[in-house]
């Protein structure tokens, strides 16, 4: 079984400033790792994924995310975020031979003052 | 390209009673799921069919909650009785495969439930 840890609930951070959303995960087999982020009252969007290959990833709306298998982290960052990055984040982990079933983390949300 | 439909977005009702939700994935996705996600939670998978037929409902609380997805595309969640802790989102998503390869799942924006 798979699980996630996000290390910070809530990220309170100013308009233009960087920003590290962390995430830990827990396997015994191959992962795939993902972030969501979630509007209010909206469902989640995959903002980015590893599945293979490089491990720093691009996603959507300037994020990315770095896969480090030794520390089993992989840190969702933005070098400069914008009052519309305001959201709830989530890291989730699924199986690489069962990828249809994600285990999500906690979330953390991110709250940008001007 | 139309995304997942639920509804209703909103439903409270008193313990003990029973409620339904109802899911319309995107055209031609094979896979659907259903998800709860309790406030200050990340989702939890409670079922994943595949067309017609389930794949996983090891996390189901069968003794209260039945889902069912005839002819393969729209899906209802039912709970019956309902209780406090039943408070949450239900979230619906699809992707379009449904082997255990990687396929994206799109989520709708999900039923806000209030057992009072």
């Known amino acids: 079984a798979q699980s996630v840890t996000q290390l910070d609930s809530q990220v309170p951070v100013f308009e233009e400033a960087p920003v590290e959303l962390r995430c830990n995960y827990s396997s015994s087999v191959s992962v795939y790792l993902f972030w969501y982020v979630q509007y209010p009252n909206q469902g989640l969007q995959l903002l980015l994924k590893?599945?293979?290959?490089?491990?720093l990833v691009k996603g959507i709306n300037g994020f990315e995310a770095e896969f480090n298998k030794s520390q089993t982290s992989f840190h969702l960052r933005k070098p400069s975020v914008h009052i519309s990055d305001t959201a709830e984040y989530f890291c989730a982990v699924s199986a690489v031979t069962n990828a249809g079933k994600s285990t999500f983390g906690d979330g953390t949300t991110l709250t940008v003052k001007p | 390209e139309a995304g997942v439909a639920q509804s209703p977005r909103y439903k409270i009702i008193e313990k003990r009673q029973s409620v339904a939700f109802w899911c319309n994935p995107i055209?031609?996705?094979?896979?659907l799921y259903w998800y709860q996600q309790i406030l200050g939670q990340g989702p939890k998978l409670l079922i994943q069919f595949q067309n017609n037929g389930v794949v996983d409902d090891s996390q189901l609380p069968k003794d209260r909650f039945s889902a069912e997805r005839l002819k393969g595309v729209d899906s209802t969640l039912k709970i019956q009785p309902a209780k406090l802790e039943d408070s949450a989102v239900y979230l619906c998503?699809?992707?379009?495969?449904?082997?255990?390869?990687?396929?994206?799942?799109?989520f709708g924006p999900g039923t806000r439930l209030t057992v009072l």
């Open positions: 590893y599945l293979s290959g490089s491990t």
């Open positions: 055209s031609g996705h094979a896979t």
């Open positions: 998503a699809s992707s379009l495969r449904g082997d255990r390869s990687y396929n994206e799942q799109f």
